[in-house]
């Protein structure tokens, strides 16, 4: 490509901006306050390398626009075209040299069902699209027509072309989405639903090991049934760090796809049952202690908890080898079957935990496969197939545990279908993983392992936020025709019946942030939004799965636009919906496809909104970034606490603080429960059809689950909530929220 060499300052950053445009890298944004911000220049470089490209000189920035180019004309099809369903003919683009352009063609369509179709013709007689020339060859488009009705699915489709010089094969994945999203019966029509929410391993009950299990999530599902609740709202429950349980946010895993172990029920897995050398070893003095001093703790002690865990389940596994494996029961074929349905993954995810285990044992400080010898970081080299034969029962006891966690969370499923919950299950999808995790392991080149994803700064992170999760990098995503996406959307969708996608805004674009840089030092990076959004839409309709997108913070209105239009419910926090003057909206603010709920587990909860405790945490941990701001939030809170006790008089609210102190104290005891009914009932009053009840404000709990900016200097997500399950059932202030809002939706 000829294009001139400017060698002054201006025209290199010009030239480096249009690279960046052109890879999807934006080179200006909108900042939390409506502000133009220009990005810096280190920082479109590092995206571009992240991306895969060399950008230091002029040079390297003509040469990816080669490269760019070269692309282009590559190809004869895509390898993926998303199409909208009833698109009639669908049309193809095809990129041909200028010989091969006016040859002949045929084209043969392999459906999802296995039916075929097929046409030929000559390519002169295909419509033009345009003309374009790169390295001394010149290439037109054309618009090849698919003249036959496809239904909505994932079809294989192959272009044989014949030239001069012989025949080649285009092969191109043809999906074909729905309009909108699955919309269950009970959401139709006028009808509005609620449901509980909280973090599963916060749940405390009588018989759980110091941490929420699945056996817990099965109680909390029946309790929601009889309350005449909708669907049960738990953390994401994908695949952490086992090994290092001081990595505990559900929001960085190290999988999207395979499960925590640490919720599995030991005493629910069939072989405890059988063997009676686990039973007797939970019967000891010394397991018992233990087991009370983690169930008591008010926070999750993942080490002790997951120690006694490993210990058991490693029993029971050695239990399954000796009768079921050697035996070939009916129970190990079961087990056979799960291993064979989930493939190479599967196998690929017991050797990249035999593995973690193998190199933690030998050096604590190796914390990930970046830090494994250089030999053991390909899955595929002759290292890694070696390590997998010979320390084959490690492998098959991670696969084993992949096993039991699937098994039970499906018997979760299965029980929110029996109750008759109208939702089911209402699921958490997080936006990135963790650089060191598995899923980059199995799938290294898919993902910006030199990035991180956040948020540039805005009210109420003023330093911006990073999320210490990786993306994936959209260009691969599409060349492997968007496989990894769906993998990952079926394994979320599984057992439930709704889906909340967080920051939802990364189906467009995502705040990516080279690593080890200041939030600030950021751009938005162009993902595929109709391709990926269509997938959604397809996943969703098969798997009978509610998307609830999180649009949260600075979100373009295209994207809200586009969820309207495809039928995924919005959120909507109590927290952040003010009117221009300052005043809480009414009821009828809220949007009818959308999500109600107080806050989330990055807010205060109410309780704790309504004490101040998250400014003085905040205070404390120095996360202001000046007095100023500090001083302008505080006198927000008191503006905001006047607005709300304004609304909630119309909700049966009304304070009458004593005269003295003592009794100032008393009566808060006497109206938060008052209050907290009053702001529920207001909300189940709202537009949303949805409407999410936490458990922590069900609680009256005061310590947010979750600081952002922070990682050891507060004990995010581990706290537990105050009372066990079953005590929280009979609590006075659980039946008055729960009573608020059943008469607004009953």
């Not at 618009?143 to 294989?156: A, F, I, K, Q, T």
């Not at 058991?312 to 079921?324: I, K, M, P, Y």
């Not at 914390?367 to 197939?385: E, H, I, T």
Request: hydrophobic share 40%.
């Amino acid at each position: 490509m000829e294009v001139p060499l400017d060698n002054t300052l201006n025209g290199e950053r010009a030239l480096l901006r249009r690279v960046a445009a052109l890879c999807g890298i934006e080179p200006r944004y909108e900042d939390g306050w409506g502000r133009e911000q220009d990005v810096e220049d280190d920082t479109l470089k590092a995206l571009l390398s992240a991306l895969g490209y060399w950008a230091e000189t002029p040079k390297d920035l003509l040469n990816i626009l080669d490269e760019l180019a070269e692309r282009s004309c590559r190809n004869a099809v895509d390898p993926v075209h998303v199409v909208p369903e009833g698109t009639y003919p669908v049309a193809v683009v095809l990129t041909l040299p200028e010989p091969l352009a006016y040859g002949q063609y045929r084209w043969h369509l392999r459906r999802e069902d296995g039916s075929e179709s097929q046409g030929e013709g000559f390519l002169a007689a295909l419509p033009g699209l345009e003309a374009m020339d790169h390295g001394g060859r010149s290439y037109l488009r054309r618009l090849l027509y698919l003249w036959v009705r496809v239904s909505c699915g994932y079809h294989d489709l192959e272009v044989h072309l014949q030239g001069p010089h012989g025949e080649s094969v285009a092969r191109q994945r043809l999906i074909i989405v729905p309009h909108r999203a699955y919309l269950p019966e009970a959401l139709r029509g006028d009808r509005k639903l609620w449901g509980l929410t909280g973090q599963l391993y916060s749940v405390r009950s009588e018989r759980n090991w110091g941490i929420g299990s699945f056996s817990d999530l099965k109680a909390l599902i029946d309790w929601a049934a009889d309350l005449g609740a909708a669907f049960v709202g738990i953390n994401p429950l994908g695949l952490l760090f086992p090994e290092d349980p001081s990595k505990v946010s559900p929001y960085g895993p190290s999988s999207r796809r395979f499960l925590q172990p640490w919720y599995i029920d030991v005493e629910a897995v069939p072989e405890f049952e059988e063997c009676e050398e686990v039973r007797r070893w939970c019967g000891e003095k010394d397991f018992q202690e233990a087991c009370c001093v983690a169930r008591e703790s008010s926070l999750v002690d993942y080490d002790r908890v997951w120690a006694m865990q490993r210990r058991a389940l490693q029993r029971l596994f050695h239990h399954f080898c000796e009768h079921h494996l050697k035996t070939a029961s009916e129970r190990a074929q079961k087990f056979l079957r799960f291993v064979a349905m989930e493939g190479k993954d599967l196998e690929d995810y017991g050797v990249f935990h035999a593995l973690d285990a193998h190199f933690r044992a030998l050096n604590a400080a190796v914390w990930g496969w970046p830090l494994w010898p250089k030999a053991y970081q390909d899955k595929a080299s002759d290292a890694v197939s070696r390590f997998a034969s010979e320390h084959r029962d490690a492998v098959t006891f991670h696969q084993y545990l992949a096993w039991i966690a699937r098994e039970q969370l499906a018997s979760c499923g299965h029980r929110s279908w029996e109750r008759g919950l109208a939702v089911g299950l209402y699921g958490d999808l997080p936006v990135g993983v963790d650089p060191a995790g598995l899923d980059t392991w199995l799938d290294p080149d898919s993902y910006a392992r030199d990035v991180r994803v956040g948020a540039p700064p805005d009210d109420f992170n003023p330093n911006g936020q990073e999320w210490g999760v990786c993306p994936w990098i959209p260009q691969r995503l599409r060349q492997r025709a968007y496989e990894p996406f769906v993998a990952m959307l079926r394994a979320n969708m599984r057992e439930f019946g709704a889906l909340r996608m967080d920051h939802v805004m990364g189906l467009m674009r995502q705040y990516w942030i080279p690593a080890g840089k200041d939030p600030r030092s950021g751009a938005y990076v162009r993902y595929p939004l109709q391709e990926l959004l269509g997938i959604v839409l397809l996943e969703s309709e098969r798997n009978q799965c509610v998307i609830v997108g999180e649009d949260l913070g600075t979100v373009p209105q295209r994207i809200r636009e586009a969820m309207k239009e495809a039928g995924l419910f919005g959120c909507r926090l109590c927290f952040f919906e003010r009117m221009e003057d300052g005043t809480f909206p009414p009821p009828s603010h809220y949007p009818t496809q959308s999500m109600a709920s107080f806050a989330t587990h990055d807010l205060p909860t109410l309780e704790g909104f309504w004490q101040g405790t998250d400014l003085r945490l905040r205070r404390r941990l120095q996360l202001y970034p000046s007095a100023q701001v500090r001083r302008a939030l505080a006198r927000r809170r008191v503006a905001d606490k006047k607005a709300l006790r304004v609304l909630l008089r119309s909700w049966g609210y009304h304070e009458e603080p004593g005269p003295t102190q003592k009794e100032r104290k008393k009566e808060e005891q006497r109206l938060a429960p008052l209050r907290a009914a009053a702001l529920y009932r207001y909300l189940a009053a709202s537009g949303s059809k949805l409407l999410a009840v936490s458990l922590e404000d069900l609680c009256g709990m005061i310590d947010q689950v979750n600081v952002p900016g922070t990682v050891h200097e507060h004990p995010n997500w581990r706290r537990k909530l105050p009372l066990p399950l079953k005590t929280l059932q009979e609590h006075p202030r659980v039946r008055a929220i729960v009573e608020a809002v059943v008469e607004q939706r009953p």
